[in-house]
């Protein structure tokens, strides 16, 4: 796997995964790779630092927990309204309720909800396609 920073022609700035530099350019020249935050897919790779290691002892880490900034903030609560008012939340119940849907015992739908990360994983190997959310769920109060 390699990361790139990439760029948008709105001037946005994001990082993706991709399983090497040549299925970057592929997926690039058909216009797949897209920017999170507006949709453009007139990309660039955008400049990145190198990541050198040193024997010499680390600096301290920069926090964990950093403000999104707020291009970023509001893509996911915009995202996070879409997902609550199109899926169905299924709650802890998510594998199976996936599962159902994939193997045809349930009608085709969207849903979100919970799953560890070990059913994630044998979601995936059984070909069922699932992905992480950007947000966690709300807590009653």
């Known amino acids: 796997m390699i990361v790139f920073d990439l760029k948008c022609s709105g001037g946005h700035v994001f990082e993706a995964w991709f399983a090497s530099s040549s299925a970057y350019e592929e997926q690039r020249a058909r216009d797949?790779?897209?920017?999170?935050?507006?949709?453009a897919t007139d990309i660039t790779k955008a400049p990145m630092a190198p990541n050198i290691s040193t024997s010499?002892?680390?600096?301290?880490?920069?926090?964990?927990?950093?403000v999104a900034p707020p291009q970023l903030q509001t893509f996911l609560e915009n995202l996070r309204a879409k997902v609550e008012s199109e899926f169905d939340y299924v709650g802890d119940r998510f594998a199976e309720e996936a599962r159902k849907i994939h193997y045809g015992e349930s009608d085709a739908r969207p849903i979100y909800g919970e799953a560890t990360g070990d059913e994630s994983r044998e979601l995936r190997e059984e070909g069922v396609e699932v992905l992480p959310l950007p947000f966690t769920r709300k807590h009653d109060a």
């Open 56 to 66: 010499r002892a680390e600096a301290p880490a920069a926090s964990a927990v950093e």
């Open 32 to 39: 797949i790779v897209s920017c999170p935050i507006c949709g």
